[in-house]
């Protein structure tokens, strides 16, 4: 199966994917991890999104898409793969369109975990670190012990969490559509146990469906 995996942030869209990973038996890519890969094996294209990051740019997208393509052309990829956080604009997933028919590796599904917001700040800002052991807890759903020193990190302030909200809806606003119209897009409910999410998921994903 070849599937693109997206979520707004606190959506679980992490923790599925890499229990689809290991339930279907193929790699999850998500370009951050390629980004990182690449700038410290000192490839061409790691060397050259390293250049822009190290400037505090955007990695263009012919490089992004670049490093996608190397990554695809790795063995364990071959049987399938789960797209983590990429694309996110119709440009990009343009391009990678024209990447996966020149492989021969077009996509099965495009799968949305849908949170309602008010949840998805909730799960953020509730979020703490123990900043002795890097633990993390919830304050209402997994409660730290008595003992943890707490860290609420930047990212997960109220302000900072709507801010990441707000710009993933607009970012992905023309993207689920695009997929909408390809027969691709499937969406599922995010809400509940996480092996009930995964389960949706997994139905989701089956032939007919």
Do not use: C, N, W
Not at 11 to 28: E, H, I
Not at 160 to 189: C, F, M, N, W
Request: proline share 7%.
């Amino acid at each position: 199966m070849r599937i693109i995996l997206l979520g707004p942030p606190a959506s679980g869209k992490g923790t599925q994917a890499k229990r689809l990973m290991d339930r279907l038996g193929v790699p999850q890519i998500s370009t951050g991890d390629m980004l990182r890969a690449a700038r410290a094996a000192g490839t061409a294209l790691g060397r050259e999104a390293d250049e822009f990051m190290k400037a505090g740019r955007l990695v263009p997208d012919s490089v992004v898409i670049g490093l996608v393509g190397e990554r695809l052309a790795e063995a364990d990829a071959q049987a399938g793969f789960i797209l983590d956080g990429f694309p996110r604009t119709v440009p990009q997933a343009e391009a990678l369109d024209a990447l996966l028919t020149s492989k021969a590796m077009p996509l099965t599904s495009v799968l949305e975990i849908r949170v309602p917001r008010d949840l998805l700040v909730e799960r953020a800002v509730l979020r703490r670190t123990d900043v002795r052991t890097g633990q993390i807890y919830h304050l209402k759903y997994s409660p730290p012990p008595p003992d943890a020193e707490l860290e609420h990190r930047a990212d997960d302030q109220e302000d900072k969490v709507t801010q990441r909200l707000s710009d993933y809806e607009a970012i992905t606003s023309a993207l689920l559509p695009y997929y909408e119209a390809k027969g691709l897009l499937k969406t599922v409910d995010g809400v509940g146990e996480l092996d009930e999410v995964t389960d949706r998921i997994a139905s989701a994903l089956e032939p007919g469906r």
